[in-house]
């Protein structure tokens, strides 16, 4: 399963964020019924927002936002 990643370049609230500052998180692999989120910040991204964002799907790696890194090996820890 590919990894299924967005860039947000503009958020909701108008703010334009600067390209030194955008990073490429994970799109939330759990289901959601309204949207698509953002693992680290849990924004909704959908198309009654304003917000602008660019998606892409990499087979491996890609992820450069360091929250979603952290969320992602906080899991991996877990021993099931």
């Known amino acids: 399963m ?3 990643l967005i860039k ?3 958020t909701d609230d108008g703010e334009v964020i600067q390209d030194a500052e955008q ?3 994970l799109i939330d692999p759990r289901p959601s ?3 698509i989120r953002s693992l680290c910040t849990q ?12 998606e892409k799907s990499v087979s491996r790696g ?3 936002c ?3 890194l952290a969320i992602i090996k906080e899991y ?5």
């Not at 909704?44 to 917000?51: H, I, P, R, V």
């Not at 991996?76 to 099931?80: E, F, G, S, T």
């Open 62 to 64: 890609g992820i450069t």
């Open 66 to 68: 360091d929250k979603c």
């Open 2 to 4: 590919p990894n299924q």
């Open 23 to 25: 990073k490429w998180c």
């Open 8 to 10: 947000i370049i503009k």
């Open 43 to 54: 924004d909704a991204l959908d198309s009654d927002t304003s917000a602008e964002w660019e």
């Open 33 to 35: 019924a309204d949207t």
């Open 76 to 80: 991996k820890a877990v021993r099931l």
